[in-house]
């Protein structure tokens, strides 16, 4: 399927309409790839996230919710901030709260207009989800919703081959 794209890289460098970040509920920044991302996007980022809370999430950004500010000086126009679930916490609830930052995330990208988005592997550092069955959730709920748009690209960009080929293996039987 070539709407599907799976990658090794660094997603700040990606030149698509919108990335997905793996935020925390703060949306003040953090480690791994939101760290990478207000580095390299700048500013203006935190601003606007800073903006979002104040106006619409004075408690933070629940689980699973996602919203979206400028890329600032990211080749991506925008980024869509979502929270994902933290693995050891999420209980019964976890495969629906990692779906809901996927589904989410593409609903804004198709309200943006966006033909292109980029996914981290939400949760799966930090947040510890397992990567064989954040795989699993992250690639079929971008399966189904390609099923009904057929004009959009999704890409899967992977800190390392490590991560990539376990994406890879996982889905095999499911391609
Ligand atoms: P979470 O808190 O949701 O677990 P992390 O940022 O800790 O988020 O990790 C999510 C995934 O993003 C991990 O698999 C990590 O390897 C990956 N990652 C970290 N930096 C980048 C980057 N610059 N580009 C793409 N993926 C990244």
């Known amino acids: 399927?070539?709407?599907?794209?799976?990658?090794?890289?660094?997603?700040?460098?990606?030149?698509?309409?919108?990335?997905?970040?793996?935020?925390?509920?703060?949306?003040?920044?953090?480690?791994?790839?939101?760290?990478?991302?207000?580095?390299?996007?700048?500013?203006?980022?935190l601003e606007a996230c800073r903006k979002i809370r104040k106006e619409q999430y004075p408690d933070g950004l629940p689980t699973g919710e996602a919203v979206v500010t400028t890329g600032g000086s990211l080749p991506a126009k925008y980024v869509i901030h979502t929270v994902g679930p933290v693995y050891h916490q999420c209980g019964d609830n976890c495969a629906l709260l990692l779906?809901?930052?996927?589904?989410?995330?593409?609903?804004?990208?198709?309200?943006?207009?966006?033909?292109?988005?980029?996914?981290?592997?939400?949760?799966?550092?930090?947040?510890?989800?397992?990567?064989e069955k954040s795989a699993q959730i992250a690639y079929e709920t971008v399966k189904d919703f390609l099923e009904e748009r057929d004009d959009m690209k999704v890409s899967f960009v992977f800190h390392n081959n490590k991560n990539k080929e376990i994406f890879l293996k996982t889905i095999q039987e499911k391609r």
């Open 1 to 45: 399927m070539d709407k599907i794209i799976i990658k090794t890289g660094d997603i700040t460098k990606e030149n698509v309409c919108v990335i997905v970040n793996a935020a925390n509920s703060s949306l003040m920044g953090g480690g791994g790839v939101d760290g990478a991302i207000h580095r390299a996007g700048g500013a203006q980022i």
């Open 99 to 131: 779906a809901s930052c996927y589904i989410n995330a593409l609903k804004i990208a198709v309200e943006l207009g966006c033909k292109d988005i980029a996914f981290p592997a939400i949760s799966t550092g930090i947040y510890g989800y397992p990567k």
